[in-house]
């Protein structure tokens, strides 16, 4: 799709995209997740083979819907377009990966919150030891394989690592935590949650030996905050695809 082939309907879905999306960064600085430019969030473009990314390197301060940068899902910018005369996020060809591989995501994001970046330096799954984990996450939160920044293989590892899994987040290890949604707005919501879980099981290690939940009532809680919590439980619901050979 070139800028030409935009239709107003996309236009007009793009617009809200790239306000949604700016927004969103201020929630990353507002939950202390991210320092200095680090760290982005992404928004699919509904109807459209587009998403939206942070521009790279831009302080959150100076960050407006018409710098962020619409790319396509092979991870190419879109010229002619606000936001294209900058360089997208450094992490664009992860999440062109994700949307490419898991259609029923909306949003991605990635921070450097600490706990989170300390349980992924040392390479540990956060293990399920509060409900809190159980109703959001379903279970542990995964580790994923070390990879290298600038090209896909982070994203290859976050849909071997996430796909068929009931976490929403996934640790890559020495890296960080990156995390999808049905939306951009429900992938940071993922992320001001992992950096919660992270730091209150943290602080119970130092304490103690964090008891374990039984899966039974790991699976309870999850079926209750996802079809019950909440106003609207349908609409918040958010479902990972399993791969195909299960």
Known sequence: MTNALITTTIQETIDRIRLEVTDLHSELVRYGLVAWTGGNVSGRVPGADLFVIKPSGVS??????????????????????AGSDRSPSSDTAAHAYVYRSMPEVGGVVHTHSPYAVAWAAVGEPIPCVTTAMADEFG?????????IIGDDSIGQGIVETLRGHRSRAVLMQNHGPFTIGKDARDAVKAAVM???????VAFARQIGTPIPIAQPMIDSLFDRYQNVYGQNPAESQFIIAQPEDQ
């Open 60 to 81: 959150y301060d100076d960050l407006t819907p018409e710098k962020m940068v619409l790319c396509r899902l092979d991870g190419t910018v879109v010229t002619g377009t």
């Open 194 to 200: 992992v950096e919660d879980v992270a730091r209150s």
């Open 139 to 147: 279970g542990a939160i995964p580790i994923g394989p070390f990879s």
